[in-house]
């Protein structure tokens, strides 16, 4: 009974390629998160979805698409992967924008 | 902008110890304040939040307090043991997001 789950757990890929990461919680909260943790730790907010509504969208490249088919999941597309998208990608939802996060396990992306 | 700073990187404190980790923010005041914790290979998980009228929140061995003059919070976690030894992340809530610190990786000495 995961609560929030991600998919896949690691991604190694070329350059040039395009890939998906899926997430889904059964919280049943309203918002849902993509965050970016770089080599340095830093964990950074991509986006963030509220009820299938994108509500944040930090300067992120358009590469990079999320979609929410529906309140329990929040995918992330992301065309023309380049070597600095190397870095883990980890989901999150809250009951409420801004809320206590509840993050998934993390995918960890490596591109060559 | 907002920025967040937590001490030090790293921080190695003898086990049975009270292990203090801070957080310190500037250019806003935000409603209130998180602390997670994180293992390798794992995401965050939360620990706890304090408002901005509360002074001091605790849970178990945990202690968190909130000096909005300062724009400081201090994380304790007293009578540390090994298993203690984790990144600890702090996180503020600014509009409809929230912002991590870099976070303080503690390391309880055996």
């Known amino acids: 009974d995961t609560a929030v789950s991600q998919t896949p757990k690691y991604l190694v890929t070329q350059m040039g390629n395009d890939k998906s990461i899926k997430c889904e919680q059964n919280?049943?909260?309203?918002?849902m998160y993509w965050y970016k943790q770089d080599s340095k730790k830093f964990l950074k907010i991509m986006f963030s979805?509220?009820?299938?509504?994108?509500?944040i969208n930090e300067t992120v490249p358009n590469r990079f698409s999320p979609k929410s088919p529906d309140k329990a999941h929040l995918n992330l597309h992301i065309n023309s992967l380049e070597l600095g998208d190397s870095a883990v990608y980890f989901c999150?939802?809250?009951?409420?924008?801004?809320?206590?996060?509840?993050f998934g396990p993390g995918t960890r992306l490596t591109v060559l | 902008s907002q920025k967040i700073e937590q001490n030090s990187e790293a921080l190695n404190i003898q086990e049975g110890k009270t292990a203090t980790l801070t957080c310190n923010y500037t250019?806003?005041?935000?409603?209130?304040l998180q602390w997670y914790r994180q293992d390798p290979g794992r995401g965050p998980v939360f620990l706890l939040l304090?408002?901005?009228?509360?002074k001091e929140k605790r849970k178990e061995r945990l202690k968190v307090t909130f000096d909005t003059t300062l724009k400081q919070s201090l994380f304790h976690i007293t009578a540390s043991q090994p298993a203690d030894s984790a990144t600890y992340l702090c996180?503020?809530?600014?509009?409809?997001?929230?912002?991590f610190g870099k976070g303080t990786r503690l390391h309880i000495l055996p």
């Open positions: 250019n806003y005041s935000p409603a209130y």
């Open positions: 979805y509220n009820n299938k509504e994108l509500i």
């Open positions: 304090i408002r901005e009228n509360e």
């Open positions: 996180a503020l809530n600014r509009d409809d997001k929230i912002i």
């Open positions: 919280l049943g909260h309203d918002t």
């Open positions: 999150a939802s809250s009951q409420d924008r801004s809320d206590t996060q509840y």
